[in-house]
């Protein structure tokens, strides 16, 4: 049956619209596939505006990935703005992909990559513009599957009634596999319809069917235990682990687009996974083990992007790209390929010592040394141990004036506000250290001006991290705190005016801890603000705290919780906690540990290169750390003329 | 800190005139930038860059249309330090820029002042739910003031345009009897059955403040109460130099290429041959 395009209706909307590039596709390297030649189709949305979901790496993979198929494809769609909303609703337009404008609906799977609870809002709007029931169970067999995956998916508890399954852990074979079972039920002619559908996946042990399982409350509102409610389907849910990246070369033809978007750059994952340990990253907890990409596959990657794409600029990604074990090679390999060409190098630096401002100097080879970034995320030397971030303030002062001897003039420093145990003084602390730092420029420089910029933001207990059984420091505490930091910067006389001050109040972190740590009863409240007219919540704009409340009061009256129930309260080591059937291979006794150590101020190495400490991800996973160096060195590229 | 060496000398400027057709009529001329200097890399063109920190590829940019405007004439003019055949570099541009960005002229710099050359352009405005004999009706009331002026909010303010003395000529035609076609890639067959619809035709002349050819559609509201339906799709079709007496728009690469074939390609000291 063909589908036919929504543009020509969507054209006469789009003169009254801002940024209407958005919404037309045709990006360098987007791929359109025959309808009618492919039997399952995918749709796959970043839900946010598109210049964040554009050139979000995950939702790029899978995109390849699938389109690379034969017989597949894949198209994308991301949140379009109120503006445009309210124009499709008026005139009956549905939620479109940006490749051909198909109609969501018209899909056989809509996958939507959770990179944060934000997007929670965003995906009931898509839902209903798409004309798709917004709960699972109103679904018909005409509908597509809805599949959630990136790392919110690790508790997809709150989303729970509106998604049909979740996948948690790296997609590229899961969505190859998905879309094997789901090629098979349709040649079949759809037997036993949406359900015998679902069972087949949730069979298989890696994907995550809500509906399958039964949740018991105790009557003090805590959980008591999560059921499979159907024959054949696993206690708990696997987490999918790829391994060799150098067999996974992806994307090799990133999407360029006409509009402006926030990442504007040649992206290369240089590794996945991260054992640094730091208590409070779920991102590092959820990827392990580590997984390098080798030093030629990376170097193979920039070229043929670079070809592909014409960016100036290449960004060297992973949870901690200076901890590759072959990184200088890899910074000097690309730097002395490219200088010739304009091309850029960056990678987002974070850790604080003296071999980051090697790296640094390498990559900016011939460029301006404008700013450097670390991330000391703790104020106090006893905080910093509590989150296992293994650096002495001497470390960062000595890495500064490093810095600031190899001609860098302005820090940038991360923190975080609200971590467990802390107090005002760990915070104040902060201060001091944008003092010595600037002190230390002045001292190595001889110059007054010189630049440092503390930016701090409130901090979320995630699930499957140490962290998990934390209580969050409420909107007060955490307001208050900032508060005192501020003036405590802004009234120092001599160095006062040279810091920036940059934070983030603690609304917004009070809804992400809520959605976080949430459970199934959290669903009626997002749905409820999605009704306020509640969208876009990872922007300042558009973010509504009250309404927020305001919709958690109404949702959970006579449940017995509340807000403070899911944030602020500090879980007991007996608790089943909501995520607890989705497996990252973490074992919750070794994360049980690892929160009193933080408690007691002891700190863990990383196994890369101390003796495994047993998290359990790579027995429970059958996985490995798979890192080298292989020795390897980059090549200059053979000059090829054109004319 | 280095600054490296001066960036090496032009020796050559190429002009290109480009489209924006179909669904890239949204494109910004901000977006077009940066899709442009990207194209240059993927083609490895060997662009003089300006010197400093952050050097640029030296492109300069004439008269943009304006977002949501479909364009078959826009210009731009880059500056290479090594040379390149004008013909070959277009196909490779017209390659590396995605359907709809289509390069379609290129001719080697021998006459100064491209901008000077762009004294008007012609539109087509194309009117769906407007009935030719209405559009007719309008545009005679247009032709027949003296001046029409109207507003429009702009950087500085409200201005008022004279949006009849900008206008050298105006015509109408039926949209449902072959003329439909718009601007787009994928337009050619667009010509909707059964809907009246009205295709005006229009010169206007550039002048400062510019007067777009939105304001020739406020002008004919004023004038005749025109207003159509849906959102006027409008197509830049050609600029370049005026024949006030005919009314018509010329090429404005003509002179270079005019050069070109009258003069061998002019030396200038020791450079690199011309890549055949
Ligand atoms: C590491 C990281 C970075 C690193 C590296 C980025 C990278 N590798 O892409 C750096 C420092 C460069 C960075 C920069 C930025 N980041 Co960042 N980043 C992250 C972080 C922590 C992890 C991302 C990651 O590892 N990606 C690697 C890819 C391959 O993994 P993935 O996206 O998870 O996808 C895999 C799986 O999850 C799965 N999967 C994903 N979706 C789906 C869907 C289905 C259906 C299935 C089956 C599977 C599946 O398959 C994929 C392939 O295996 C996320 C937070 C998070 N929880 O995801 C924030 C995050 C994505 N970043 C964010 C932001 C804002 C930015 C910046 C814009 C910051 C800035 N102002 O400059 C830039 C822009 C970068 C960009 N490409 O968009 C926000 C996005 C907010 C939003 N509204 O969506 C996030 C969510 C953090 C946050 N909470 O604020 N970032
Ligand atoms: S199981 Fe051991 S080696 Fe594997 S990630 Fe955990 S600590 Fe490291």
Redo the contacts with the bound molecule.
């Keep these: 049956m063909p589908v036919e395009s929504v543009f020509p209706r969507l054209e006469a909307l789009l003169p009254h619209v801002q940024k209407p590039i958005q919404y037309v596709g045709g990006e360098l390297n987007s791929t359109v596939k025959d309808w009618d030649a492919c039997d399952v189709r995918w749709a ?1 949305m ?1 839900p ?1 505006a598109y210049e ?2 554009l ?5 790029m ?2 995109y390849e990935v699938l389109n690379e198929r034969e017989g597949v494809l894949a198209e994308r769609t991301y949140s379009v703005w109120p503006d445009l909303e309210a124009l499709m609703r008026e005139h009956g337009v549905p939620q479109f992909t940006v490749d051909a404008h198909r109609p969501v609906k018209a899909f056989d799977v809509f ?6 609870e ?2 929670y809002t965003n995906m009931l709007a898509a839902l209903e513009l798409a004309g798709i029931p917004l709960e699972a169970k109103d679904r018909t067999v005409d509908d597509p599957i809805v ?7 690790f508790n997809p508890e709150p989303i729970a009634d509106f998604l049909d399954c979740a ?1 948690v ?4 074979q ?2 190859l596999d ?1 879309t094997e079972i789901v090629r098979a039920w349709k040649a079949e002619g759809r037997p036993g319809g949406r359900d015998e559908l679902l069972l087949r996946l949730a069979r298989t042990g890696g994907v995550y069917v809500p509906r399958f399982y039964d949740v018991e409350y105790l009557p003090d509102g805590r959980i008591g235990r999560v059921v499979p409610n159907t024959p054949g389907v696993p206690w708990r849910v696997s987490k999918h682990t ?1 391994m060799d990246l150098d067999e996974w070369p992806y994307p090799k033809q990133p999407l360029v687009p006409l509009a402006e978007t ?2 504007e750059r040649m ?1 290369v ?1 240089i590794f ?1 996974g991260c054992t640094r340990g730091c208590r409070f990253c ?2 590092g907890m959820i ?1 392990r083990p580590v997984r390098e990409r080798s030093i030629t596959g990376i170097g193979e990657m920039v070229e043929k992007g670079l070809k592909a794409t014409g960016f100036e600029e290449v ?1 060297l ?3 901690s790209s200076a901890d590759h074990t072959e990184i200088g090679d890899i910074a000097k390999g690309l730097a002395d390929r490219y200088t010739e060409d304009k091309v850029g190098l960056s990678l ?1 630096s974070t850790r604080v010592d003296a071999f980051n401002i090697d790296l640094a100097n390498e990559l900016t080879r011939n460029g301006r040394r404008s700013g450097l970034t670390f991330a000391p995320e703790g104020g106090s030397e006893r905080i910093r141990k509590v989150i296992n971030k293994m650096v002495s303030e001497e470390d960062l002062i000595r890495t500064v004036a490093t810095a600031y001897g190899n001609g860098w003039r302005q820090v940038k420093l991360y923190f975080m506000c609200g971590l467990p145990t802390e107090t005002d003084e760990d915070v104040l602390q902060i201060a001091e250290m944008a003092k010595n730092v600037i002190a230390k420029g002045r001292e190595v420089t001889g110059q007054n001006d010189i630049r440092c910029t503390v930016s701090i933001g409130g901090f979320v207990p995630k699930p499957h991290t140490p962290f998990q059984w934390a209580p969050q420091l409420g909107v007060e505490e955490t307001d208050a705190r900032l508060a005192k930091l501020r003036d405590a910067i802004r009234s120092d006389r001599k160095y006062g005016k040279n810091i920036g001050f940059r934070y983030h109040d603690g609304k917004p972190g009070i809804v992400e801890g809520l959605l976080s740590r949430g459970d199934r009863r959290i669903g009626a409240v997002i749905r409820a603000v999605y009704e306020d007219g509640g969208r876009f919540d ?1 922007w300042r704009e558009h973010f509504s705290y009250d309404r927020w409340m305001d919709c958690a009061d109404k949702a959970l009256a006579g449940s017995g919780v509340d807000v403070d129930w899911y944030t602020t309260r500090e879980r007991s080591y007996e608790e089943v906690l909501p995520w607890d059937h989705l497996d990252s291979g973490l074992d919750k006794d070794w994360l049980w540990e690892d929160w009193q150590d933080a408690l007691e101020e002891v700190e863990v190495d990383d196994c890369r290169w101390t003796p495994c400490f047993d998290c359990g991800v790579c027995p429970q996973m059958q996985t490995e750390i798979q890192i080298g160096p292989t020795g390897k060195k980059l090549l200059p590229l053979t000059v090829v003329n054109q004319g | 800190m280095p600054e490296g060496p001066p960036p090496a000398p032009a020796v050559q400027r190429i002009r290109l005139r480009y489209t924006k057709r179909g669904r890239l009529r949204f494109t910004s001329h901000r977006d077009f930038q940066r899709a442009f200097e990207r194209a240059l890399r993927r083609s490895a063109v060997p662009m003089a860059y300006s010197a400093g920190f952050t050097p640029h590829p030296k492109v300069s940019y004439a008269n943009a249309a304006p977002t949501g405007v479909a364009s078959e004439a826009e210009y731009l003019e880059i500056a290479l330090t090594e040379e390149r055949d004008p013909e070959r570099l277009r196909a490779q541009l017209d390659a590396s820029l995605p359907p709809g960005l289509d390069v379609v002229d290129a001719v080697e710099v021998r006459t100064p002042n491209l901008a000077d050359r762009l004294q008007a352009s012609v539109w087509r405005i194309r009117l769906d739910g407007v009935s030719p004999e209405e559009a007719e009706r309008a545009a005679a009331a247009f032709l027949a003031a003296e001046s029409v002026e109207v507003e429009r909010l702009t950087k500085n303010g409200v201005r008022v345009f004279d949006t009849r003395g900008a206008v050298a000529s105006l015509e109408v035609s039926d949209g449902r009897s072959g003329d439909g076609a718009r601007g787009g890639a994928e337009g050619g067959a667009d010509v909707r059955p059964g809907r009246a619809c009205a295709i005006l035709r229009l010169v206007v002349r550039h002048a400062t403040p510019a007067v777009r050819p939105d304001d020739v559609l406020s002008g004919l509201r004023a004038t005749a109460d025109l207003a159509p339906p849906v959102p006027a799709e409008v197509t830049r079709l050609a600029q370049g130099p005026l024949d006030e007496e005919s009314g018509t728009v010329t090429d404005p690469l003509a002179a270079d290429r005019a050069a070109a074939s009258a003069v061998p390609p002019a030396t200038a000291g020791p450079r690199a041959t011309a890549t055949a």
Excluded: C, K
Aim: hydrophobic share 40%; charged share 10%; no cysteine.
């Design positions: 796959l970043y946010d964040v979901g050139p979000n790496q995950g939702v993979i899978l996958g939507l990559s959770f990179s944060t934000l997007g599949v959630a995956g990136g790392h919110a998916a996948v852990g790296d997609g590229e899961a969505v998905i790829v926030v990442h992206s994952e996945r779920q991102a990827t960004g990604l992973s949870l987002p990872g």
